[in-house]
């Protein structure tokens, strides 16, 4: 749990009693828990506002074995091998609970290691790339390509038959593994890349934010669409509008998305299909380590660090 909020220093491995699933909740007895770059925000007190508290149970992705349900739920899901989305926290731990709802079988031959780097990154992928309503045959930048999520992104993007994919990418191995997934062209962090790079894209999605977001409007082409789906640097600068505003005549459109504004049943079901096709070797699922759950802080200085390409995994 969180001590207290910052550095990972403030994380603390604690005794608490075993969860008691309430109506419509299974308990989970966990095997993996997936580290997530909203975990780093909370963590570090960015999200304080939004009601987080020291003493806070990271960890919204997990997968095991259900050892016990709720009021109201079939005790035929005891006993089943599931990845769960417990909500915005409580998945650092041995046992978990989460809404029946939020629960999916694992499909036979996939690591539930494997379940919880695709489970929720693959929705915010799909239904980003929806949000900027990108169609086959449209050029599209990753910004922040090496997580979990930048991952999904440019894996779906090729799938769907982007003309190119381009990503920002810190290192010239990054850069050849995201090749290997779907990747055709390799920018630097400010965007800029090799002369047969596109001059422009239709579709940004970015990861990222902080200082340089607004710099990333400029690589629109008219009518592009930039959707920002995550935060890991930072917040944009208060005045990024008036960039927008500087390029009217380009019409171009900026969003943020988050997956709590699907409908569960849509997410549920993206979920399971892409699940089913990570089973396949449709859909590659990319662990950067596994580490004992103890050592959760040594994951977090890495996720600060930036040295994570896909996720790290926690295992109790």
Request: zero cysteines; charged letters at 15%.
């Amino acid at each position: 749990m969180i001590r207290e909020f910052g550095d990972p220093r403030g994380l603390s491995v604690t005794d608490i009693p075993d969860p008691v699933p309430a109506r419509g909740q299974v308990m989970i007895t966990v095997e993996a828990v997936g580290v997530a770059g909203a975990d780093v925000m909370i963590r570090s007190g960015a999200l304080a506002a939004y009601g987080f508290r020291e003493g806070h149970i990271l960890g919204g992705e997990v997968a095991g074995t259900v050892a016990a349900v709720g009021e109201g739920v079939d005790a035929a899901w005891i006993g089943q091998r599931v990845w769960a989305f417990t909500g915005t926290g409580g998945g650092y731990a041995e046992r978990a609970v989460a809404p029946v709802s939020e629960v999916l079988p694992v499909p036979a031959g996939l690591a539930v290691v494997d379940a919880v780097t695709l489970g929720s990154s693959g929705i915010v992928a799909h239904f980003g790339l929806a949000h900027a309503h990108f169609a086959e045959g449209e050029t599209v930048l990753v910004r922040g390509a090496a997580g979990s999520l930048g991952i999904m992104t440019v894996q779906l993007a090729a799938r769907r038959g982007a003309s190119a994919v381009a990503v920002t990418t810190s290192s010239p191995e990054r850069g050849r593994r995201l090749r290997s997934l779907g990747a055709t062209h390799l920018l630097d962090r400010s965007g800029a890349g090799g002369p047969d790079a596109p001059r422009g894209y239709d579709v940004i999605i970015d990861v990222v934010a902080g200082d340089r977001m607004p710099s990333f409007f400029d690589r629109l082409n008219p009518n592009g669409r930039l959707v920002l789906v995550g935060a890991v640097g930072g917040q944009p600068p208060a005045d990024f509008g008036a960039t927008l505003m500087a390029a009217f005549q380009k019409s171009l459109s900026f969003a943020t998305f988050s997956a709590a504004t699907v409908p569960e049943p849509a997410r549920q079901a993206v979920r399971r299909d892409q699940l089913a096709a990570a089973a396949r070797g449709e859909l590659v699922a990319v662990v950067h380590e596994v580490l004992p759950l103890e050592q959760a802080a040594v994951a977090h200085q890495k996720m600060d660090a930036g040295q994570v390409f896909g996720r790290i995994v926690l295992t109790p």
